[in-house]
Nanobody, 115 residues
Framework: QVQLVESGGGWVQPGGSLRLTCAAE????????MAWSRQAPGKQRELVAS???????YYADFVRGRFTISTDNAKNTMYLQMNNLQPEDTADYYC?????????WGQGTQVTVSA
């Protein structure tokens, strides 16, 4: 089983930046799919970005050009660099990992964007 530990959330003013980190602990595979999703108050959870072990990335339209997803396989860690944050980016952000035989979710990290 893989446990995911997120960090990096916080408060930032509009136009600011944050970097979220998702560290995978346990028995990890070199074959994986990882993703960031978010859920704002009163809204459904939505996919933000994803990355495969082969390096294929996906971005939702509302973050493309502002957010960058990446991984450091040596550290079993995924990152989400978020630039030019806007109030509508305020949400709880969750990381997700799928690999052969298991899938895991992190506990979430809160991002608040306000003046």
């Amino acid at each position: 089983q893989v446990q995911l530990v997120e960090s990096g959330g916080g408060w930032v003013q509009p136009g600011g930046s944050l970097r979220l980190t998702c560290a995978a602990e346990g028995t990890t595979s070199s074959n994986y799919y990882m993703a960031w999703s978010r859920q704002a108050p009163g809204k459904q959870r939505e996919l933000v970005a994803s990355i495969t072990s082969g390096g294929i990335t996906y971005y939702a339209d509302f973050v493309r050009g502002r957010f960058t997803i990446s991984t450091d396989n040596a550290k079993n860690t995924m990152y989400l660099q978020m630039n030019n944050l806007q109030p509508e980016d305020t949400a709880d952000y969750y990381c997700h990992r799928q690999q052969p035989g298991s899938q895991s979710w992190g506990q979430g990290t809160q991002v608040t964007v306000s003046a």
